[in-house]
């Protein structure tokens, strides 16, 4: 499950799936990685989220690896 801001923020970046620089729509939210029902709240990670406005395609990159 994850909390989603309504705020985007578009950027250009590169799409994999495009092969070039197109604009994206950017956001954080933070995913609950746990798929258990007990203490999910310990498994929450912020994730940055982009969506290329061209073809759609959506990547997740987390940003603590600790």
């Known amino acids: 499950?994850?909390?989603q801001?309504?705020?985007f923020t578009e950027?250009?970046?590169q799409c994999k799936a495009?092969?070039?620089q197109t604009p994206h729509d950017v956001r954080i939210e933070i995913q609950?990685?746990?798929t258990k029902t007990e203490?999910?709240?310990f498994s929450r990670e912020p994730y940055r989220v982009?969506?290329?406005v061209e073809c759609g395609e959506t990547?997740?990159?987390r940003m603590n690896n600790a």
Request: hydrophobic share 10%.
């Open 1 to 3: 499950m994850a909390t």
């Open 5 to 7: 801001n309504s705020a």
């Open 11 to 13: 950027t250009t970046e």
């Open 18 to 20: 495009c092969g070039k």
């Open 32 to 34: 609950t990685e746990s």
């Open 39 to 41: 203490n999910t709240e």
């Open 50 to 52: 982009t969506e290329c």
């Open 59 to 61: 990547e997740n990159k």
